[in-house]
């Protein structure tokens, strides 16, 4: 019962954040119709969002934030040649940190029309988007997304992943949904066809290092995780989730890979990440390869990447693996 309240009141409070974004965006200002599509977009409502533009007057669909949001919209949609085009024109009109944002994007994009792009599995709580390498690859990474990522996020480790010449799988969740929609047996049956034969890592980094290792052992993979957590564990749950039930498996009890997991943390940053590796990792993969790095903080992928040493890291996980 508590739970249906919760999931009323999270509806109710969707409804007003959209009621206040229309009524700035009432206003005509270029900022208040990008904050209006941008909610739009995140909920879902992709067609009202391309029908609010196109009614929009000229100076206001022009401007370079609802241009952003407009570029968005169409990456949500796989049209990456369309959204690349539109943000490259962008480009000359942008300074400071929105243009360094919008030139990664750009990155991200290039790498991306590159690759055949699949979707393996959609529903409402997750989709799952395979980029395939036009030039082929022996190596499949399959990346998870963060607590606060959502099915319209960026796939974690772009375009670090696809430069390098590898496949990516991205599994994408609905926001702060933990997974929680997607069996592992769903998962194995959308991707096992594509990984046969191949390298295979899963990997992630908070809550998408816990579902790597969640789902790892369905399709064999070796993970590489930073600071896996699942904040609705008893062990280390956050009062923020205190009412959403935890109906993940324990990772003891689900199949186990043969790969001995890579770990990375920060035995300094935050006590639940060493809580939630002593309760729940070790238990299940006791063979673990625990790497600390003190000072990094939670995220410790982002930290390695900053000192230059990620690449390394990366290259010798898929090593480790050894020939498909």
């Known amino acids: 019962m508590i739970l249906v309240f919760q999931r009323v009141g999270w509806a109710v409070a969707k409804k007003a954040r959209l009621a206040l974004a229309f009524m700035r965006a009432r206003k005509g200002g270029h900022q208040e119709s990008a904050a209006f599509v941008r909610a739009l977009r995140v909920n879902g409502l992709r067609d009202r969002a391309n ?21 968005e919209l169409q990456r949500g949609q796989h049209l990456y040649a369309e959204t690349k085009a539109t943000l490259e024109a962008l480009l000359p009109t942008l300074g400071g940190k929105t243009k360094k944002a919008v030139q990664h994007r ?20 997750h989709s799952i988007t395979l980029f395939e390498q036009k030039s082929g690859s022996d190596t499949v990474i399959v990346t998870f997304g963060t607590v606060s990522s959502g099915l319209l996020s960026a796939p974690f480790g772009l375009p670090f992943i696809l430069e390098n010449g590898f496949h990516q ?26 990984c046969e034969g191949k390298k295979v890592i899963c990997y ?14 369905g399709i064999q993979a070796k993970v590489l995780a930073s600071s896996p957590v699942n904040y609705l564990d008893n062990s280390i749950r956050r009062l ?31 006590e639940r990440d060493m809580i939630f590796l002593r309760h729940n990792v070790s238990p299940a993969y006791p063979d673990a390869v625990i790497k600390e790095l003190p000072g990094a903080g939670h995220e410790v992928f982002r930290a390695l990447l900053a000192q230059g040493d990620l690449k390394r890291v990366f290259l010798e996980a898929v090593s480790e693996v050894g020939s498909p």
């Open 51 to 71: 029908a609010y533009l196109k009614a929009l007057p000229d100076d206001v669909a022009k401007s370079p934030s609802v241009v952003l949001e407009s570029a």
């Open 106 to 125: 750009v990155r991200e994009l290039k790498v991306i029309l590159r690759c055949d792009v699949q979707v393996l599995a959609q529903s409402k709580d």
């Open 169 to 194: 799988i991205h599994v994408a969740q609905r926001e702060f949904t933990f997974y929680q929609g997607l069996s592992n047996e769903e998962f194995a049956d959308a991707v096992s066809e594509f």
């Open 204 to 217: 992630g980094s908070s809550l998408g290092g816990y579902a790597a290792l969640y789902y790892a052992g």
């Open 240 to 270: 923020r989730y205190i009412f959403v039930p935890n109906r993940h498996q324990k990772l003891s009890d689900l199949p186990r890979s043969p790969h001995a997991p890579t770990i990375y943390v920060d035995p300094l940053a935050d």
